[in-house]
């Protein structure tokens, strides 16, 4: 109550984000799939910063990447859509069975619920890619009245590629799994859940 903490003026000295080529340019030049073009809520025509076009253009390219730059300035979409883009390819190449193709790992269940709610806004409108999450929180067995409770939560419906059950997950895993790091243990330890690793 004596002291101030806090005492002005403040310069922010932070410059902008570089800006580059948008998705659909990607496109053009075939570094990306074409089919990013039936994806929903993501903006072909709008620059992409250039450390997201740098990121896609070397994880799309077999390399790995460390992303490291401030809050707003994308990190999602750096690993995101070039795991997208994998995906993408394969469904082009006729190869879109079940099974993993990324696990997308988060520390906290509010970051894994933050993220499905982007990817199911992504993927609505796209049957061909499903996920689903496994956390504490996901239910055994999938219901019509479970997907009901979850349109209802989310305010909108939930899409028929979004697995909801664990028992779902199981016996025919999707493309793209979002878990926390307590329950990847888990799954891995577990005979039952290590089945989801292992092709048939």
């Known amino acids: 109550d004596r002291q101030s903490l806090y005492k002005g003026p403040y310069l922010n000295v932070s410059l902008p984000f570089v800006s580059t080529k948008s998705l659909n340019e990607l496109i053009d030049e075939g570094k990306i799939s074409s089919l990013f073009r039936n994806l929903s809520d993501i903006s072909l025509d709008q620059k992409l910063y250039k450390h997201q076009e740098e990121a896609i253009n070397k994880i799309c390219s077999g390399k790995n990447v460390v992303i490291t730059t401030g809050t707003g300035s994308g990190k999602t979409e750096s690993f995101l859509y070039p795991v997208l883009n994998t995906i993408l390819r394969d469904i082009e190449a ?65 899409p028929e590629n979004e697995v909801l059950s664990r028992e779902e997950i199981r016996n025919n895993p999707p493309h793209l799994l979002f878990t926390n790091y307590s329950m990847l243990e888990y799954l891995l330890i577990r005979p039952n859940d290590f089945k989801i690793f292992t092709p048939e």
Request: hydrophobic share 35%.
């Open 94 to 158: 006729g190869n879109n069975g079940p099974g993993i193709r990324a696990i997308l790992l988060y520390p906290m269940n509010a970051l894994v619920n933050d993220q499905i709610d982007r990817v199911r806004k992504i993927l609505t409108g796209f049957p061909d890619i499903r996920y689903g999450f496994f956390t504490g929180e996901t239910e055994e067995k999938s219901s019509d009245k479970l997907r009901k409770a979850m349109s209802d939560l989310v305010g909108a419906p939930i």
